[in-house]
């Protein structure tokens, strides 16, 4: 299936500095950015035709492709001043450069891609800077077996916060850390048919718009993930990303794995 990848935000609770232009997604975890470690995950499952919804920073994301180094991730032999790949990334796939423009939100640049689906009935969608372990065939066997229009991956809060239940009065009854509660919050990973079109207005949200009508129809699929699962929404989890790639905790890498 085709995969659709959102990287068009600003990316400000990222960034280091005003001065700093690089986009999210191009921020660095390990040797390669975040947006290559959420395509390597996709094209290990044998996903690797990748639609890229750009906005700000799309230079910064073509120059990435056009000037690739499969060196810098993979070994190789040097012969006579000529490089032999022993293992690469990307020769294989195949990726679609589209300007969504700098402030739509995700279900508008979802709109702005269709074309390019070619009209595939089933495809792949998700954010370009959150990684998780959760096994793709299965998310989407699960989705096939629901019947349902469209499925998002649900995942525990990650947040640190507390609850607190509180009278009228002011007085607390109870604080209970919000990763004790039962609830589930969007965790991206999207497997969505042609019908999301037909719920997504001009300018509207994928989540807020079309998924939330078809969570009132009954037809919105919640693959709950306990596994493995980390956005990088702000500098310090992209550092923490960082930091466990280079200590070897990578647990969406299951790539590597599949080398061992």
Partial sequence: MKVVLFCGGYGMRMRNSVHDD????????????LLWHVMRYYAHFGHKEF????????????????????????DFVMRDGQVHLLDNDISDWTITFVDTGL????????????????????FLANYADVL???????VVDRFHASGAAAS?????????????EVKDSGEVKEII????LQVWVNGGFFVLTQEIFD???????????ACEVLAGQGRLFGYRHTGFWKPA??????????????????????????HA
Avoid at 154 to 162: A, E, G, K, R
Wanted: one cysteine or more; aromatic letters at 10%.
């Fill in 22 to 33: 690089i986009p999210k997604p191009m921020q660095m975890v390990g040797p390669r950015p």
């Fill in 51 to 74: 639609i890229l919804c750009l906005g700000y920073g799309a230079s910064h994301i073509k120059d990435f492709f056009l000037e690739y180094r499969e060196t810098a991730s993979n």
């Fill in 103 to 122: 402030e739509s939100p995700i279900g508008e640049r979802l709109r702005r891609v269709r074309d390019y689906l070619d009209g595939d009935e089933y």
């Fill in 132 to 138: 998780t372990d959760a096994h793709l065939d299965d």
């Fill in 152 to 164: 998002m991956m649900l995942v525990p809060p990650q947040q640190s916060f507390h609850c607190v």
């Fill in 177 to 180: 850390p919000v990763a004790d």
């Fill in 199 to 209: 719920y997504l207005p001009p300018g509207g949200d994928l989540v807020g718009d």
């Fill in 233 to 258: 929404d702000t500098f310090k989890e992209r550092a923490e990303l960082d930091d466990g790639y280079r200590h070897g905790n990578r647990p969406w890498a299951l790539w590597e794995l599949s």
